[in-house]
Nanobody, 125 residues
Framework: QVQLVEFGGGLVQAGGSLRLSCAAS????????MGWFRQAPGKEREFVAA????????VYADSVKGRFTISRDNAKNTVYLQMNSLKPEDTAVYSC??????????????????WGQGTQVTVSS
């Protein structure tokens, strides 16, 4: 059974940085895609970034491109989201997700069957 656990959320001032971690277990992650999504109060869940575990290919939402970086550590089975130049509009619950695929990276939440519990990120102005 795939399990995902996020770490690293918190409160930060605008312009600051945070790094989120997602520890994965219970799967052969070399054949997985890993994604980060976020959901702000009263809004739908939105795509942030995704990475193809085997090849390291990445894709980002336009709203975070150039500020956020997704990466993975094969030895630790962990995916990271480095968030720089944070803005108040980045405030949300951030969740990591996984899907078994070697195809094209997808931004659609419904295509990821495995989810972590989420971690709160709050950016103050």
């Amino acid at each position: 059974q795939v399990q995902l656990v996020e770490f690293g959320g918190g409160l930060v001032q605008a312009g600051g940085s945070l790094r989120l971690s997602c520890a994965a277990s219970g799967g052969t992650f070399s054949i997985y895609h890993m994604g980060w999504f976020r959901q702000a109060p009263g809004k739908e869940r939105e795509f942030v970034a995704a990475i193809m575990w085997r090849y390291g290919s990445t894709v980002y939402a336009d709203s975070v491109k150039g500020r956020f970086t997704i990466s993975r550590d094969n030895a630790k089975n962990t995916v990271y989201l480095q968030m720089n130049s944070l803005k108040p509009e980045d405030t949300a619950v951030y969740s990591c997700a996984a899907r078994q695929s070697l195809g094209v990276l997808t931004r659609t939440p419904a295509e990821y069957p495995y989810w972590g519990q989420g971690t709160q990120v709050t950016v103050s102005s």
